[in-house]
């Protein structure tokens, strides 16, 4: 199966600062990936969806300039959180799909703790 | 907005037992749907699907059943064991053949605990 990377795995930062979260298809071509947030015991929800070379669609609620989404290549998207603060903190975790009709494959995801 | 959701937060089971896990959708249009597993600070693992154009479909030790008259999706795992232990989501994308696919909308959740 098509393996998706996300790094880091975990993350600690201080309140005010940015962080990057970087999402890899290992071993096959993107066109699109999507990125999700999880709070604890939580659904997962659809953040943006993000196409190479475009810019990235927000979901209703989500701040775009908060969440800065780039993807630059067909291999890497980059979820950047910007002036992050304590209620950031959740799990991020993205999907990668090599073209329209075809599945998605997901990352194992990123705990980010904002202190 | 259209939502899925779930009728059972937690469900346990004792080693052996089949599991039944299930789902409710709100949206008519919904042409494709999925269950995950996710394990504890994982990423969801994709578990089995079932388009809208069918009723039944059969995995390893997994089932899955649509009800499109009520809109429910339910997930059978047979003999369930210590491993099946996770957090169950139904998951489901319109236009699964288009642009949207991938872009999914994931139901509450059950908790899954199987006891040796």
């Known amino acids: 199966g098509a393996v998706v990377s996300q790094h880091p795995s975990r993350v600690i930062c201080k309140s005010g600062t940015s962080v990057k979260i970087e999402c890899r298809s290992l071993?096959?071509?993107?066109?699109?990936m999507f990125w999700y947030r999880q709070f604890p015991k939580q659904s997962l929800m659809l953040m943006a969806t993000?196409?190479?070379?475009?810019?990235?669609?927000?979901e209703q609620g989500v701040e775009k300039d908060k969440f800065l989404i780039n993807h630059a290549s067909l291999t890497l998207s980059t979820l950047t959180v910007t002036s992050a603060h304590p209620e950031d903190s959740s799990f991020y975790i993205c999907?990668?799909?090599?073209?329209?009709?075809?599945?998605?494959?997901f990352g194992q995801g990123t705990r980010l703790t904002v202190v | 907005g259209e939502s899925v959701g779930l009728h059972l937060p937690t469900l346990s089971v004792q080693e052996g037992d089949n599991s039944i896990i299930n789902c409710a959708y709100s949206?008519?249009?919904?042409?494709?749907f999925i269950w995950y597993k996710q394990e504890s600070g994982k990423g969801p693992q994709f578990i089995i699907d079932?388009?809208?154009?069918?009723d039944k479909r059969q995995g390893q030790r997994v089932t899955v059943l649509l009800n499109k008259t009520v809109k429910h999706l339910s997930l059978q795992i047979a003999a369930t064991q210590p491993g099946d232990s996770a957090v169950y989501f139904c998951?489901?994308?319109?236009?699964?053949?288009?642009?949207?696919?991938?872009?999914?909308?994931f139901g509450q959740g059950t908790i899954l605990t199987v006891h040796p």
């Open positions: 999907s990668a799909r090599r073209q329209p009709n075809t599945e998605a494959f």
């Open positions: 071993d096959f071509q993107a066109t699109t």
């Open positions: 993000s196409n190479e070379g475009s810019k990235a669609t927000y």
């Open positions: 949206n008519s249009a919904s042409d494709y």
């Open positions: 079932i388009r809208s154009n069918m």
């Open positions: 998951a489901e994308t319109p236009n699964a053949g288009g642009t949207s696919y991938g872009k999914l909308t």
